[in-house]
């Protein structure tokens, strides 16, 4: 089963239920809305129900319907998915990277629900923690995180989740920042990053005061996610072999120290940084609702009614059919002296 944080962590960053909710016209029959993003890690979770229509207060959850995952790749069904409650459809099952996707749903009374989509390639995005040697792009005391790209992905977004002890959960950062000059700026704040500034713990304590990433200071902040938007003929070893991130990164995070890449789950009560690749379509479909939801004003994407406005690859329906694989990265806070 998907480790608990994973799921955590998808609902809380790609809060999804925005599906073009539409409120229908007196007489109009309401329509199917199918809202599934295809992971990586078994199961994999859909939602089904019906537009609004304007007697009602919310949309009507669909519980009687046939829905299948063919893997067009190999040719054969990848399973049926299993009603639970609710909207909520379950499918034990794993989906491959790069492998093509078809969803058909059928509705009793409705013509045929479908849609396709490809999985993307897992992102090479690897993490080490660099203390003691530094780089001379950011000088021989730097410490903290660094990312090495061997693989970027046409559609890779970033994005950190914090560790709220005492509500027991991750949350989503809600400011992050990088030194990768090709970010999409379109979920830029119009802040810039200030460093932390705290004592270093015993026993170096006697250093005095320290500034977490003093090297971003003054970069600009996005809103919750980085979209890496290399260039066509992008070649990490000559244009950008490795970059650095930091935020409003809360509570506790990796403490280690390592010279070599990091490749261990972060602990449970530990915050962690998620880069993942997403399909054309899943890509299309979350800076379409982001945008949306900027223009809204609103930080409860379920409240943004968005008929005309967000991407759909539903045929005979509404809502998104996407895809998405992922790697979690460990990431260490870092301090330099001040003066250093």
């Known amino acids: 089963m998907k480790n608990p944080l994973l799921v955590l962590g998808l609902v809380l960053a790609f809060s999804v239920s925005c599906v073009r909710e ?29 537009s609004r229509p304007p007697a009602y207060s919310e949309m009507t959850p669909i519980t009687e319907a046939e829905v299948e995952l063919i893997d067009k790749t190999d040719g054969k069904t990848a399973g049926m998915f299993v009603h639970q409650e609710g909207r909520e459809w379950t499918l034990d099952y794993s989906a491959v990277p790069e ?53 970027l992905p046409p559609y890779t977004w970033i994005y950190a989740l914090n560790y709220n002890s005492e ?17 999409d700026n379109f979920n830029l704040t119009g802040d810039a990053y200030l460093p932390e500034v705290e004592p270093f713990e015993y026993p170096f304590d006697f250093l005095g005061p320290a500034k977490s990433y003093p090297c971003l200071e003054g970069t600009a902040l996005h809103r ?101 694989t992922q790697q979690l990265r460990q990431w260490n806070r870092g301090q330099v002296t001040i003066g250093d």
Request: proline fraction near 6%; hydrophobic fraction near 35%.
């Open 167 to 183: 509500a027991g959960r991750h949350e989503i950062a809600e400011e992050i920042c990088t030194d990768f000059p090709w970010v």
């Open 22 to 50: 539409l409120t229908l016209d007196p007489g109009e029959e309401p329509m199917v809305v199918v809202d599934c993003v295809l992971f990586d890690e078994s199961p994999q979770t859909l939602r089904l129900f019906y």
């Open 224 to 324: 919750r996610f980085l979209r890496l938007v290399a260039p066509d003929g992008f070649d990490r070893e000559a244009s950008w072999p490795f970059f650095i991130i930091s935020g409003s990164f809360k509570g506790d995070y990796y403490r280690g120290n390592s010279s070599v890449h990091v490749s261990g789950r972060p602990g449970p009560e530990e915050g962690y940084i998620v880069c993942s690749s997403m399909s054309e379509n899943y890509d299309r479909y979350l800076r379409d609702a982001m945008r949306l939801e900027q223009l809204q004003e609103s930080s409860d994407m379920s409240s943004v009614y968005c008929r005309d406005n967000v991407h759909s690859n539903i045929v005979g329906g509404i809502g998104i059919f996407g895809a998405r």
């Open 99 to 151: 492998h093509e996707y078809r969803l058909e749903v059928r509705v009793p009374g409705h013509d045929l629900v479908y849609a396709e989509d490809t999985m993307p390639e897992v992102p090479g995005i690897w993490a080490r923690t660099q203390s003691g040697e530094g780089f001379e792009k950011y000088g021989e005391r730097f410490v903290g995180t660094v990312f090495d790209i061997t693989t």
